[in-house]
């Protein structure tokens, strides 16, 4: 039988019950569209969580005070509000620890912002001018807390664009249409302490209490002095030259911290140490379990679709009984007849296939382009898309075409 035969004999079988046919496409559609859509979710979230970290700095080891505590399921959690860390150790990190680049000490609280009838609450970081090169925070206008500023416990901020916005818009104002040099010079209070702006922040994008857009920048001095009252750091953000030296790096500053603070047990530590690359990493396994547990639960209907198909062919078949003993009463071969209906079935499954990637494609671009969630549709899950969608046709296809090989023809020709 030749195979423009067979082809000329599918689409005429296929299109002979347009519904059913459709129906059973739409099976394989759903489930192949499912599938892009969700791993392009996980795969997204992945992406924007992973920029989102190395946009706060590169090669970062950030020590905050108080020990590292078990917070259940294997999860570990900073103190954070201990007091234990001071410019002293900061001092002594630099000087003694060769790979390390530079150093920006943090002094951070949330704190209420006013200017006039605008009020904000908003993270309050007292810092020094390495900040901006180590955390990777960019001037818009002005310039950033400088250490002639930190020397003299100056009273200066460098506003975050969403503190601006909200407190220099009128409600309704996106962050563009604000005139940000008449916003320069201009007076806040910070827990009721006046401060004169110096400096507007670039956009970076964040959420929630992470978000570096949402915050204002003060020098350390002036935060010990006049905010938190006390000269202990909440945090010390350290830069380390390579990638490489990160893990030793992370050992060296533990030994010293710990000698510094006459601590001998390492258990004992009044102070955590968090390594980028170590959060990174526990970060992208999470999310790439959390995109095969999605893809996992979006198969099932790839599953449903698969039986549709058999449940289909095996329909097909039995109505189809008569004909096939004709076709094996005039010499076709039984592997003729298989053949014929497992391409039924792979034509089934292949255009269900690429209509499904087309769709899963626009709906995942969709949900990009609107903002609902961030999604990044890899070719591999393509090809993996297509290339299941082709398997399930031939397992699903399988059984009922051996089937129709095995009818003995004289009693098919009797089949009523």
Same mark, same amino acid.
């Given at each position: 039988?030749?195979?423009?035969?067979? *082809?000329?004999? /599918?689409?005429?079988?296929?299109?002979?019950?347009?519904?059913?046919?459709?129906?059973?496409?739409?099976?394989?559609?759903?489930?192949?569209?499912?599938?892009?859509?969700?791993?392009?979710?996980?795969?997204?979230?992945?992406?924007?969580?992973?920029?989102?970290?190395?946009?706060?700095?590169?090669?970062?080891?950030?020590?905050?005070?108080?020990?590292?505590?078990?917070?259940?399921?294997?999860?570990?959690?900073?103190?954070?509000?201990?007091?234990?860390?001071?410019?002293?150790?900061?001092?002594?990190?630099?000087?003694?620890?060769?790979?390390?680049?530079?150093?920006?000490? !943090?002094?951070?609280?949330?704190?209420?912002?006013?200017?006039?009838?605008?009020?904000?609450? /908003?993270?309050?970081?007292?810092?020094?001018?390495?900040?901006?090169?180590?955390?990777?925070?960019?001037?818009?206008?002005?310039?950033?807390?400088?250490?002639?500023?930190?020397?003299?416990?100056?009273?200066?901020?460098?506003?975050?664009?969403?503190?601006?916005?909200?407190?220099?818009?009128?409600? !309704?104002?996106?962050?563009?249409?604000?005139?940000?040099?008449?916003?320069?010079?201009?007076?806040?209070?910070?827990?009721?302490?006046?401060?004169?702006?110096?400096?507007?922040?670039?956009?970076?994008?964040?959420?929630?209490?992470?978000?570096?857009?949402?915050?204002?920048?003060?020098?350390?001095?002036?935060?010990?002095?006049?905010?938190?009252?006390?000269?202990?750091?909440?945090?010390?953000?350290?830069?380390?030259?390579?990638?490489?030296?990160?893990?030793?790096?992370?050992?060296?500053? /533990?030994?010293?911290?710990?000698?510094?603070?006459?601590?001998?047990?390492?258990?004992?530590?009044?102070?955590?140490?968090?390594?980028?690359?170590?959060?990174?990493?526990?970060?992208?396994?999470?999310?790439?379990?959390?995109?095969?547990?999605?893809?996992?639960?979006?198969?099932?209907?790839?599953?449903?679709?698969?039986?549709?198909?058999?449940?289909?062919?095996?329909?097909?078949?039995?109505?189809? /009984?008569?004909?096939?003993?004709?076709?094996?009463?005039?010499?076709?071969?039984?592997?003729?007849?298989?053949?014929?209906?497992?391409?039924?079935?792979?034509?089934?499954?292949?255009?269900?296939?690429?209509?499904?990637?087309?769709?899963?494609?626009?709906?995942?671009?969709?949900?990009?382009?609107?903002?609902?969630?961030?999604?990044?549709?890899?070719?591999?899950?393509?090809?993996?898309?297509?290339?299941?969608?082709?398997?399930?046709? *031939?397992?699903?296809?399988?059984?009922?075409?051996?089937?129709?090989?095995?009818?003995?023809?004289?009693?098919?020709?009797?089949?009523?």
């Amino acid at each position: 039988m030749k195979l423009t035969d067979i *082809i000329e004999e /599918t689409f005429s079988a296929l299109l002979s019950n347009k519904t059913r046919t459709g129906l059973t496409i739409l099976g394989i559609v759903i489930g192949i569209g499912s599938v892009i859509v969700m791993v392009a979710i996980g795969q997204g979230s992945s992406s924007s969580i992973q920029s989102n970290i190395e946009s706060t700095g590169s090669n970062l080891l950030t020590i905050t005070p108080g020990a590292t505590k078990n917070i259940g399921y294997g999860a570990r959690s900073a103190g954070g509000t201990a007091k234990t860390l001071t410019i002293e150790d900061s001092k002594e990190i630099m000087a003694e620890i060769s790979s390390v680049k530079d150093l920006a000490n !943090e002094v951070s609280g949330r704190y209420q912002v006013v200017y006039k009838g605008n009020n904000v609450n /908003t993270s309050v970081v007292g810092t020094d001018a390495s900040y901006s090169p180590v955390k990777n925070v960019s001037i818009l206008q002005g310039f950033f807390i400088e250490n002639s500023y930190v020397e003299s416990s100056s009273k200066v901020a460098v506003l975050g664009p969403t503190v601006a916005t909200n407190l220099f818009g009128d409600g !309704e104002q996106e962050f563009t249409d604000i005139d940000l040099s008449s916003v320069i010079g201009k007076t806040i209070k910070i827990n009721k302490i006046e401060f004169k702006i110096i400096g507007i922040t670039k956009e970076k994008g964040g959420s929630g209490f992470s978000n570096q857009d949402d915050m204002i920048y003060i020098p350390y001095t002036t935060a010990q002095k006049y905010l938190s009252g006390n000269k202990y750091l909440t945090g010390i953000n350290v830069q380390i030259s390579d990638a490489k030296l990160m893990t030793t790096a992370q050992t060296e500053i /533990t030994n010293l911290l710990l000698g510094l603070h006459n601590i001998s047990d390492s258990l004992s530590a009044d102070f955590s140490i968090q390594n980028q690359a170590d959060l990174l990493e526990t970060i992208t396994n999470t999310t790439k379990t959390l995109t095969y547990l999605l893809a996992a639960i979006a198969g099932i209907s790839l599953l449903v679709g698969g039986i549709g198909i058999m449940n289909m062919m095996l329909t097909t078949v039995t109505e189809r /009984t008569k004909e096939i003993g004709l076709r094996k009463a005039i010499g076709a071969k039984s592997n003729d007849i298989s053949f014929q209906f497992l391409t039924e079935a792979l034509v089934l499954t292949f255009t269900g296939g690429v209509v499904g990637v087309v769709l899963g494609w626009i709906i995942s671009l969709g949900l990009d382009y609107f903002s609902i969630t961030t999604t990044v549709v890899s070719v591999g899950s393509v090809f993996l898309a297509v290339g299941v969608s082709a398997s399930i046709g *031939i397992i699903f296809g399988y059984y009922p075409a051996k089937r129709a090989a095995k009818l003995n023809p004289i009693e098919a020709l009797r089949y009523e």
